[in-house]
């Protein structure tokens, strides 16, 4: 039985999910297992591929902002972080404001699809909003939770952004406008320390309001 469950459920009238957490010690983990389940086997609306029950085949959500919290990177870059920020994603800086998502190819497309086929090219190892989209209705409250996890994240990979330097001693910025980041704008969350997701538990990241409504 999963500590958390993607429950099916009638939003406006479409089938959609919500999620409910049946143990406090859940982690973010269990909740990746649950969404993905549900994705793999419920029959839902998808609302940009109406009347298909499957994904497969389908890149419409792989091209367009994809952002990744510091878990994500650590599990894709194999141990390089400094080469993965710099050759991998985009970090866009405006202002204090930092936004890292995945780098896109020429054509708007994350670099990891295998457009030939409509396919992650790495499925295993893609990206919490990745694992847990899917363009079918949802509760208030699922889609409160993922807000949530994301941007507690995406902000501690900023936090660890700020750590590393090119090699004439500047931030890694792909893009920027008027770019004056400040690490004091981004505040330690749950997510540091934690090299999986397995480590990082759900009531941890979510606030107590959220909690309350999901358990
Ligand atoms: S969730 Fe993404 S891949 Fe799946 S049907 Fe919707 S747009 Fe396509
Ligand atoms: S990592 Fe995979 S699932 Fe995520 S946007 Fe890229 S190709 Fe799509």
Known sequence: MGRVKAIPVLVNGQEGYDIRVTDPQATVQDYLDAVNYFIDTAKCYRTRKPGTDSCFGCDLCCQERIPVTLIDVLNLAEGDFEKFVGQMLHVYVEGRVVDITMGLDESGRCRYL????????????????????????????????????????????VRKWFEIKTTDNNLIIHEGVLAAPDIRDYRRTPFAGAASYEQLKLKDVCTPRLWNRIT
Not at 119 to 148: D, H, M, W
């Open 114 to 157: 295998d457009s030939s086929r409509g396919i992650c090219g790495n499925y295993g190892k893609r990206p919490l909003v990745c694992q847990t989209f899917i363009c079918c209705p949802s509760t208030r409250n699922a889609n409160k939770l993922r807000e949530e996890i994301i941007n507690a994240g995406e902000d501690e990979l």
